[in-house]
C-alpha cells in the first residue's frame, strides 16, 4: 500500500523553528517529485514547496521563499520541510503528496494525513 | 502573482449537472497548466478526481470529468449524488516549478 505519514508538526512561538517529516512507504521513493501542502484552519488548499527525485532541484511558494527548506533522504524515504522564523500566517496542516511525472504530471497523490502546526506566543 | 480563481461556491440538484471552473487573474488556461482537480469534505484528505486536464483517478467514475471551457479549466459533475457535496480544489501548473492552487469550490447539493 502506498503510504505517507507526516510528523513533527506541534506548537511553536512566533519566530521559531520547526522540522516536519514525511515517512513514504508503498512505491520506490526515489523516483517520484514530492510537495508539501498546507491548509490553514477552514481555509484552502496551498501549495508551499516541492522537490525533485533527487533532491538537486527545490522550488517554493512566494510566502514561504527564503524561510522554508525542503529535502530528503533517499535511503531513509523520507521528505523534509525546515521550517524558520516561523509566522502566525503559517499555521496550518501540513501534509506531503507525491507529485507526477510524464503523463501524470501535475498529479498529486496520495496525500498523507497531515500534521498541525499551530504559530502562537 | 497571479491568482488561481474558483466559484466561492455551486449548488446543484440531486441528479442535475454542475460545472465548475478555474481561471487566471492574467491570462487563459490551457492544458500547458497541466489542470488538475481534488475533491475535499471535512476532516479528510483530498482525494484526486482529475489530473493533466481531463484524466480521471483510478475509482473516479465516469460522471466525473474534466476539460478547457474557454479560457478556463473545467469539472463537470452529471447525475450528482448527495455525497458529491464536498469542496472542490483544482491546482495549475505555473512553470519554473511552480504550482498554484485555487481557492475552491463549495458544491452544496439540494
Known amino acids: 500500500e502506498v503510504q505517507l505519514v507526516e510528523s513533527g508538526g506541534g506548537l511553536v512561538q512566533p519566530g521559531g523553528s520547526l522540522r516536519l517529516s514525511c515517512a513514504a512507504s508503498g512505491f520506490t521513493f526515489s523516483s517520484h517529485w514530492m510537495h508539501w501542502v498546507r491548509q490553514a484552519p477552514g481555509k484552502g488548499l496551498v501549495w508551499v514547496s516541492r522537490i525533485n527525485s533527487d533532491g538537486t532541484g527545490t522550488h517554493y511558494a512566494d510566502s514561504v521563499k527564503g524561510r522554508f527548506t525542503i529535502s530528503r533522504d533517499n535511503a531513509k524515504n523520507t521528505l523534509y520541510l525546515q521550517m524558520n522564523s516561523l509566522r502566525g500566517e503559517d499555521t496550518a496542516v501540513y501534509h506531503c503528496?507525491?507529485?507526477?511525472?510524464?503523463?501524470?504530471?501535475?498529479?498529486?497523490?496520495?496525500w498523507g494525513q497531515g500534521t498541525l502546526v499551530t504559530v502562537s506566543s | 502573482q497571479t491568482v488561481v480563481t474558483q466559484e466561492p461556491s455551486c449548488s446543484v440538484s440531486p441528479g442535475g449537472t454542475v460545472t465548475l471552473t478555474c481561471g487566471l487573474s492574467s491570462g487563459s488556461v490551457s492544458t500547458s497548466y497541466y489542470p488538475s482537480w481534488y475533491q475535499q469534505t471535512p476532516g479528510q484528505v483530498p482525494r484526486t478526481l482529475i489530473y493533466?486536464?481531463?484524466t480521471r483517478s483510478s475509482g473516479v467514475p465516469d460522471r466525473i470529468s474534466g476539460s478547457i471551457l474557454g479560457n478556463k479549466a473545467a469539472l463537470t459533475i452529471t447525475g450528482a449524488q448527495a455525497d458529491d457535496e464536498s469542496d472542490y480544489y483544482c491546482v495549475l501548473y505555473m512553470g519554473n516549478g511552480i504550482w498554484v492552487f485555487g481557492g475552491g469550490t463549495k458544491l452544496t447539493v439540494l
Open positions: 493533466s486536464t481531463n
Open positions: 503528496a507525491r507529485g507526477g511525472s510524464g503523463r501524470t504530471w501535475g498529479l498529486f497523490d496520495p
